[in-house]
């Protein structure tokens, strides 16, 4: 009996973390959208989760060793999650109750204390409630949370997967 790792799983996760943040800074740049703070925080989970996805790779793992991977894969899904429904919230408030426009993101790396900009980083501000784009009646965040979703799901799926055997 041979025993297959989950590379090829993980290098799909770590090209579809590839694909989407190649589209967000397309976005930025070509369309000239500017991202807000909690844009920036899903990018720094894509990010993580990529970055998980080539460890994973590289090691691997067959006996097991690829739980540990999904388990944080599927973690770093969830904060995703939270963050996406929390711009989704923000965009649904009526105008009235949205909160007020904060600095840019660049300009609060530059100015303020790094965990003043963690926090304006999770709780957003009122330019996360502008709907700048969206596609089949999704908006952007909404995209990212079902796409965290399938990370979660797929981290979830690899977590409880035994290891393969391939009979030769």
């Known amino acids: 009996m041979k025993h ?11 090209m579809l973390c590839a694909i989407i943040l190649a589209v967000a800074l397309y976005m930025e740049f070509a369309m000239g ?3 807000c703070m909690l844009c920036m925080s899903q990018r720094f989970v894509y ?3 990529a970055f998980v996805s080539l460890l994973g790779a590289m090691h691997n ?10 388990a944080v894969i599927s973690v770093l899904a969830l ?14 408030l009526p105008a009235d109750l949205v909160p007020a426009c904060g600095p840019s993101f660049s300009y609060m790396v530059d100015a303020f204390p790094f965990t003043e900009v963690i926090v304006a980083m999770i709780k957003g501000s009122g330019s996360c409630a502008e709907v700048q784009w969206s596609f089949l009646g999704l908006s952007i965040p909404g995209w990212s949370l079902v796409l965290f979703s399938l990370f979660a799901l797929n981290g979830a799926r ?6 393969k055997i391939l009979l030769v």
């Open 33 to 35: 959208m500017d991202p």
């Open 4 to 14: 297959a790792g989950f590379r090829l799983d993980f290098i799909a996760s770590l």
């Open 158 to 163: 690899l977590a409880v997967t035994r290891s």
């Open 47 to 49: 990010v993580g989760i």
């Open 79 to 92: 904060v995703g999650i939270g963050l996406a429904t929390r711009q989704l919230y923000l965009q649904s």
């Open 61 to 70: 793992p067959i006996f097991g060793g690829h739980r540990r991977y999904a």
